[in-house]
């Protein structure tokens, strides 16, 4: 399935840009972390990431 352009770039916001999610993947415990786990159904760029790589957005990319 084909992604959208918009859920490509959200996607990559999430995984490259979002200060939140970069360091709370990071390091992979804490706050940061946490909270990803809490809103990745709430924020969009944190459901593209999960539809665009397959991943929950708290899980690191390998």
């Given amino acids: 399935m084909e992604h959208g352009n918009i859920t490509k770039s959200m996607a990559h916001f999430c995984k490259d840009t979002c ?35 397959g991943k929950p957005a708290h899980e690191k990319l390998k």
């Fill in 19 to 53: 200060p939140v999610c970069t360091k709370g993947r990071e390091k992979g415990e804490g706050i940061l972390y946490t909270m990803i786990k809490l809103e990745e159904n709430l924020c969009p760029a944190c459901r593209a990431y999960k539809k665009v790589y």
